[in-house]
């Protein structure tokens, strides 16, 4: 992201990063830290959010705010969340984990909420599954490229690209997404290192 933006050191004022489960690898601040491996520099901050399944649009939103509000003039905002090696619900944590809490709000999983929705609301299979058109439409907007400005790969240590786009894009298969059926998750393993 630096050098496609060709950013001087310092040039950035903050970066705002989700992660919902700040445990083991994602423990620490992986904002700050993807910060100093970008090469940002030294005197720019970097904040880690948590607000669920919404951490990412959270923290692009709060980056907004700030150049918004003239607070700021450089914000990065995104998502670095490493679902497929940190577990859902693995930070433990009162709101899955202890009745007291969960109950009050009539906390669930969204599997569980989805179907009572669905229920609730006389959503057939046949509808959801046709309303559901997301795994299709980020297919074709890849395909035209649409993301080619905002997807960076992902390099090893070496230097060789691992990944070039997110892997578990699946057009053929929306309801998955849709209806609460078992979805995959991929991790996003660098926001700004390119």
């Known amino acids: 992201m630096r050098q496609r933006n060709n950013l001087s050191e310092g040039a950035a004022d903050d970066v705002m990063l989700d992660v919902v489960d700040p445990i083991g690898e994602a423990g620490p601040d992986v904002a700050r830290f993807a910060v100093l491996k970008a090469g940002l520099g030294e005197t720019v901050p970097g904040v880690q959010i948590n607000r669920f399944c919404a951490s990412a649009l959270a923290a692009m939103n709060f980056a907004a705010a700030q150049i918004m509000n003239r607070q700021h003039e ?3 905002g995104g998502g670095a969340e490493p679902m497929g090696r940190v ?3 693995a930070s433990g944590g009162a709101l899955a984990m202890d009745p007291s809490i969960a109950l009050p709000p009539y906390f669930m999983w969204q599997g569980v909420s989805a179907d009572l929705i669905a229920t609730k609301y006389g959503f057939s299979r046949e509808d959801v599954d046709g309303y559901a058109q997301s795994q299709r439409r980020a297919a074709k907007a890849w395909n ?4 080619k400005n905002s997807v960076l790969p992902v390099r090893d240590v ?3 690209t691992v990944m070039t786009k997110d892997e578990l894009m699946r057009p ?3 309801a998955v997404v849709a209806t609460g059926r078992a979805v995959e998750s991929g991790d996003v ?3 700004l290192n390119s």
């Open 74 to 76: 450089l914000v990065i």
């Open 189 to 191: 393993k660098a926001i």
């Open 172 to 174: 053929y298969d929306d």
């Open 158 to 160: 070496n230097g060789l």
């Open 144 to 147: 035209e490229g649409h993301f």
């Open 87 to 89: 577990g859902m619900g």
